[in-house]
């Protein structure tokens, strides 16, 4: 336990070292290096052409001085004028006007003042656009209580209207929604597993991740296959690209990333991270292993009877990006990328007591990869044409060799999904643009089971194959008036129909502070997730792919409509957003029924309606935050008695705080979070029914008949950066998630115990007090 925290601290000290020879060793470094420190340092952005500044090394200016002495300093050094614009953008040029040629892009000196209508919402590095879009750029990210860093899956969950019911990144539930219902994407490549150590921590590393953009409602008509939520990740830069590397670890895992430049126009980018878990056990690993494992085959291997055994588990995942962006000529750019994901579990397993002496080996393995290829082509400064190209391959694959009785079970799904996408974007005046596409899309599932005692084995394939036609238009006449509309026609070819998915965003300013922000969609899908057994694959990723076939499992549809103000001041934001949205074509096995509906196989549709209310105050160096958020979710199965009762996800009443401090390379963030427990279904009577005294029953109260108890943490985040004289960085963060070591019951479900015949509850308790430290150096 003492040894990796000891070599974290040794790693740190040695980089510290460095830090103290680059203080008495300063040297030049690039321009552009020294302006993204700049802009990190006092949340302002510059504007410039890449000719006038790429080719400019001085030594920079000191961290102790005000933003206006650094400009100073930098106008005396390098010739160029730095022109402020307003309080967030910065206009770099040369002092003498050159003439720019025709094919030369501008896109680096446009201001877009009207893009963005919150600046920081929540920390830094979080915004809010037009569009009605969450926008989060890790690399300029504050802090946030309880993360080390800008993991993108625990950062959506600080945004009102999306959490998880049980604290991991691969259930997050949004608006009441499956985690299924969520779309993610990589660089246009859809994932399959959005969480290591089965949801603990998310897959996308920060590193090199540019951009993240997430839709609640409004979604664009580009983005289709989801009823819920889009997260779509980018890592390709629009900048060009200078030499970098850095390495970074936590009391989890350790990363290794790096950038460079191939030519003037090509740039190569890598990022590769993993686990030590499976050779040293940290307390964070340790407070994450028995919140994911408990009341699994991994720590409850006794099947219910009075038996020893002993177990041990490895455990580790990794993951890895690879991208290549090149330019031609000024107009085209060529992009491909790669991604790979992966977990591996092992459980070795004895039995103790036996008298002949028994051992069996069990394991889990999950992975998704990805691949995709681009074009991108400028016609000129209004209009632009886009390819791509995508495959993405899921497997999950859990082999149980039970000690008790020799059976052994082999599980597996698999999902191969793959298409190609061509739009045209084209400004038709400067008030009004139309855009149009088309994307194709097949995707194949397969599942699989086999089972040596009784002999059974079955082997399910299906596939989907859509089109889908796109026309989406934006109208902005001023800078009080935003209307998008779209249009996705979906032609699913294997069930010979049509869908039409209408989308729309509105934001007028009724005052230069207040805007009114209408929005609503109808999307659909047609691969989800179900839970045959909560045994299947050891209990800990019960839940598998499969596909739409229009009579079992139908197509899920969604509409969506939301009314929304938020007013904005340089000191305080105050938003609400009202919603009602309705999913149908949801199938019971999809919704991790774990009472009297567990085994039922019907179909039906869950309907929402909510409010969600956000303020946040600006103390200059303090910042806060409170959000508010109340929902009314119920289901409604015709064809069962009672036809409408709760949703397994709803949490009526919830709150969020936090408080941030922010003065130079110092933050510090305390939060709090609270909501009303989840629903709960009870037994009607402590005795089991003994209809078939072969396999007693529970009896069971109606569905959702009663609440858990309310949930309640508070975590702590701290960071401090050090600016090297030399080009390079040196970060240091520590984290603690619930901080009073709350003990949060998250889940509780009924079962009998056939040793006495008798029922007996299984409680799923929240993430312990669990510390965490990281620390990262770029150079």
Not at 367 to 374: A, D, K, L, P, S
Not at 464 to 473: N, P, Y
Request: a neutral charge; one cysteine or more.
């Amino acid at each position: 336990m003492i040894r990796p925290v000891k070599s974290f601290w040794l790693l740190a000290f040695l980089l510290i070292g460095q830090f103290v020879y680059c203080q008495h060793n300063a040297r030049p470094v690039p321009l552009q290096n020294i302006l993204a420190t700049i802009s990190k340092m006092h949340e302002v952005q510059f504007n410039y052409l890449e000719k006038e500044v790429a080719a400019i090394q001085v030594v920079p200016p000191s961290k102790e001085l005000s933003l206006s002495a650094k400009l100073t300093y930098l106008e005396q050094q390098t010739g160029l004028q730095f022109a402020r614009i307003n309080e967030k953008y910065i206009a770099v040029s040369s002092k003498k006007a050159e003439s720019i040629p025709e094919t030369e892009s501008l896109e680096k000196i446009t201001i877009p003042l009207q893009e963005i209508t919150i600046a920081r919402y929540l920390t830094t590095g979080i915004s809010k656009s037009l569009t009605g879009a969450f926008i989060i750029k890790p690399k300029h990210f504050g802090i946030l209580p309880g993360l080390t860093e800008p993991d993108v899956l625990q950062t959506m969950q600080q945004l009102p209207g999306i959490y998880s019911a049980d604290e991991t990144t691969s259930n997050l539930n949004v608006r009441s929604g499956t985690h299924d219902q969520n779309l993610f994407l990589w660089n246009g490549i859809r994932l399959f597993q959005t969480g290591h150590f089965f949801g603990m921590i998310s897959v996308f590393s920060p590193t090199l991740t540019e951009k993240v953009t997430i839709f609640k409602n409004g979604t664009s008509a580009f983005y289709g296959e989801s009823t819920s939520s889009l997260v779509a990740i980018t890592s390709f830069t629009e900048n060009e690209v200078k030499p970098a590397t850095g390495f970074s670890s936590n009391l989890i895992s350790a990363e290794f990333h790096t950038q460079m430049p191939l030519s003037e126009r090509a740039n190569f980018r890598i990022s590769a991270r993993r686990s030590y878990t499976d050779l040293l056990a940290t307390p964070t690993y340790q407070n994450y292993y028995d919140r994911v494992f408990q009341n699994t085959i991994v720590t409850d291997i006794h099947s219910q009877k009075n038996a020893a055994y002993h177990s041990a588990e490895t455990f580790y995942f990794y993951d890895f990006t690879a991208q290549y962006q090149q330019k031609i000529g000024n107009r085209s750019e060529v992009t491909a990328a790669v991604i790979g994901i992966s977990n591996v579990l092992d459980i070795h397993q004895e039995n103790a007591n036996a008298i002949q002496f028994r051992a069996k080996n069990s394991q889990l393995e999950q992975q998704n990869f990805g691949v995709t290829t681009g074009i991108q082509h400028h016609w000129n400064e209004n209009h632009t044409t886009k390819a791509d190209g995508y495959i993405s391959y899921y497997n999950l694959d859990a082999t149980n060799n039970a000690l008790e009785n020799n059976q052994n079970l082999n599980q597996q799904n698999r999902v191969t999904d793959m298409g190609i996408r061509i739009e045209d974007h084209q400004k038709i005046t400067s008030d009004f643009t139309f855009s149009s596409g088309y994307q194709y899309n097949e995707i194949g599932i397969t599942n699989n089971d086999n089972i040596n005692k009784p002999v059974y084995s079955r082997k399910v394939k299906e596939v989907v194959r859509s089109h889908a036609a796109i026309v989406e238009t934006v109208y902005q006449p001023n800078n009080r008036f935003f209307l998008k509309t779209g249009l996705r026609t979906n032609y699913i070819e294997t069930f010979s129909k049509f869908i039409l998915e209408p989308r729309l965003q509105l934001d007028y300013a009724l005052t230069t502070s207040l805007h009114l922000e209408i929005s609503g969609e109808r999307k659909s899908q047609t691969a989800s997730q179900i839970i045959d057994l909560q045994q299947d694959f050891l209990g800990i990723e019960k839940r598998r792919w499969t596909l739409s076939n229009e009579t079992t499992i139908p197509i899920q549809r969604s509409s969506q409509i939301a009314i929304g103000f938020t007013y904005k001041t340089q000191d305080w934001l105050l938003s609400m957003d009202n919603y009602y949205k309705k999913v149908s074509g949801i199938s019971s096995r999809s919704q991790a029924f774990q009472n009297q509906l567990e085994f039922i196989k019907i179909n039906g549709d869950y309907s929402v309606l909510g409010s969600e209310f956000l303020i946040q105050r600006n103390f200059g160096r303090v910042y806060s935050w409170l959000s508010y958020g109340i929902t009314n979710s119920e289901y409604t199965f015709d064809t069962y008695i009672p036809s409408q009762f709760t949703n397994n996800f709803q949490v009526v009443h919830s709150i969020s705080w936090a408080g941030v401090y922010e003065y130079k390379q110092l933050k510090i963030a305390v939060g709090s979070k609270w909501h009303s427990g989840r629903p709960e279904t009870t037994p009607l009577s402590s005795v089991v029914a003994l209809d078939n005294p072969l396999k007693p029953t529970i009896n069971y109260n109606m569905p959702n008949n009663t609440t858990l108890s309310d949930y309640f943490q508070v975590n702590f985040s701290a960071a401090y950066t050090w600016q090297l004289q030399c080009g390079a960085q040196l970060e240091l963060a520590a984290a603690v998630l619930n901080i009073l070591d709350k003990k949060n019951l998250i889940n509780r479900y009924y079962r009998v115990n056939t040793d006495t015949n008798s029922i007996e509850s299984v409680n799923t308790y929240s993430l312990s007090r669990t510390p965490n430290l990281s620390v990262k150096y770029t150079f």
